[in-house]
T-cell receptor, first 113, second 111 residues
């Protein structure tokens, strides 16, 4: 079974630029999560999708972050404009259903200079 | 809001010694999951606990869910260098069953 795919793996941008991350879930996994993990901290949930609907986006900074999951499969997370404090690893995870075990992708390491 | 704290933040042990990390929540939880993250890697699911007082074992790892469903522990017997990494508990509860990750415990094992 293929795992969760993410791209790019690394990205370096200047502040105020925009960036987008892509996630391809495990086939059949209805629930998809985007997490932000700052060095030395646990993953922090940004947004949770159930199929193509948003379940929870309470911690998503909506003035600069946006996410979508078209057709309930692939998902993209965008940051525009980026700030220095956005430097982190952005992890995508999927599960068969809510509250089940989550499978994480390798993450995208973002550096904002 | 719900918070999940883990102690200790960091533990350095000699290979062969035991290790325990504790996870505490301010609210009653519906379930606890444990993940391991190797340095430079991504979190990998270890186990899920759902019942009050539940104890599960995986080889040298023992996981326990508290009677009040507010705390959990992970115990590793006779650590090995392959156990190195950060161990996170992740707790869910409430209407959306959102998973809140703990602060993590970084385990270093000296051969």
């Amino acid at each position: 079974e293929a795992g969760v795919a993410q791209s790019p793996r690394y990205k370096i941008i200047e502040k105020r630029q925009s960036v987008a991350f892509w996630c391809n879930p495990i086939s059949g996994h209805a629930t998809l999560y985007w997490y932000q993990q700052i060095l030395g901290q646990g993953p922090k949930l940004l947004i949770q999708f159930q199929n193509n609907g948003v379940v929870d986006d309470s911690q998503l900074p909506k003035d600069r972050f946006s996410a979508e999951r078209l057709k309930g499969v692939d998902s993209t997370l965008k940051i525009q404009p980026a700030k220095l404090e956005d430097s982190a690893v952005y992890l995508c995870a999927t599960s068969v259903r809510v509250a089940n075990e989550q499978y994480f992708g390798p993450g995208t390491r973002l550096t904002v200079t | 809001g719900q918070q999940v704290m883990q102690i200790p933040q960091y533990q350095h042990v000699q290979e062969g010694e035991d290790f325990t990390t504790y996870c505490n929540s301010s609210t009653t939880l519906s379930n606890i999951q444990w993940y391991k993250q190797r340095p430079g890697g991504h979190p990998v699911f270890l186990i899920q606990l759902v019942k009050s007082g539940e104890v599960k074992k995986q080889k040298r790892l023992t996981f326990q869910f508290g009677e009040a469903k507010k705390n959990s522990s992970l115990h590793i017997t006779a650590t090995q260098t392959t156990d190195v990494g950060t161990y996170f508990c992740a707790a869910s509860g409430g209407a959306t069953n959102k998973l809140i990750f703990g602060t993590g415990t970084l385990l270093a094992v000296q051969p």
